[in-house]
């Protein structure tokens, strides 16, 4: 049974930069970095009721990745 109350609406911020770079060697690299959910909102996307679930669930704090590529 899906949830039985209504959550409260909510928008996240994400922001996202990349950088490609050509090495003298002839490789691309691909520099990039990510923050999911900027401002940090706490949000609930399940309140706990139904059944079988007990409890509420949130959504993800601020996150931060990096990632560094090389194409072929």
């Not at 060697?25 to 990039?32: H, K, S, V």
Request: glycine fraction near 14%.
């Amino acid at each position: 049974m899906p949830t039985s109350e209504v959550t409260t609406p909510y928008l996240t911020v994400n922001l996202g930069v990349s950088q490609r770079q050509t090495l003298p060697d002839g490789g691309a690299w691909t520099l990039r970095f990510d923050v999911l959910n900027l401002f940090d909102r706490a949000y609930q996307l399940r309140d706990g009721t139904g059944i079988g679930v007990g409890a509420p669930q949130y959504g993800m704090r601020r996150g931060f990745f990096a990632g560094l590529s090389r194409s072929i």
